[in-house]
């Protein structure tokens, strides 16, 4: 049964820093690249990251370049995202994705 435990999400001020968590179980999670996906209200998701299986090759929108760092440990299934410089912007429900499957998603909130 394919699970994912997210975490790491809340309320920061801008300019401040969140470093989210996704475990997952249940597949052979160090075979596939891990994104993680975000989505404001309104708006459509947005891919952010994308790490490869060995996490040695990581991409980024824009958007989010120079500020956030993901990353992954295939040891204990987790993949990371390291969120600095946070932005009002940057405020949506952010998703790790593998494959076909996503996490629950945990909500970031960017206010002063």
């Known amino acids: 049964q394919v699970q994912f435990a997210e975490s790491g999400g809340g309320v920061v001020q801008p300019g401040g820093s969140l470093r989210l968590s996704c475990v997952a179980s249940?597949?052979?999670?160090?075979?596939?690249?891990a994104k993680w996906v975000r989505q404001a209200p309104g708006k459509e998701p947005e891919c952010i990251s994308v790490v490869n299986p060995r996490g040695d090759i990581i991409k980024y929108a824009d958007s989010v370049k120079g500020r956030f760092t993901a990353s992954r440990d295939n040891a204990t299934d987790t993949v990371y995202l390291q969120m600095n410089n946070l932005k009002p912007e940057d405020a949506a429900i952010y998703y790790c994705k593998v494959k076909q499957y996503w996490g629950q998603g945990t909500q970031v909130t960017v206010s002063s």
């Open positions: 249940g597949f052979g999670f160090s075979e596939f690249s």
